[in-house]
């Protein structure tokens, strides 16, 4: 999803939406946009990374798996 660019907030991102994802695995868009409030991007504008997690959400539940966080 081409989600990160220099990398610098991932870390940040990966936990924080790690266990919000656990959390809540049906989480709409503005909900995602809540859960990374703490953390300052300077190259995506977060849209990307909305992006990225909305559509593993929708897979998953497409696919009938249980989400249990982020994988990397």
């Known amino acids: ?35 990374m409030v703490g953390n300052i991007c300077r190259c995506t504008g977060y849209e990307r990374i909305v992006d990225a997690v909305a559509d593993c959400l929708d897979q998953a539940r497409k696919a009938g798996q249980p989400v249990g966080g982020i994988h990397v």
């Open 1 to 35: 999803a081409d989600a990160v660019q220099c990398g610098m907030c991932f870390p940040g991102m990966v936990m924080s939406l790690s266990a919000f994802v656990r959390d809540n695995p049906h989480a709409s868009r503005p909900e995602i946009k809540a859960a």
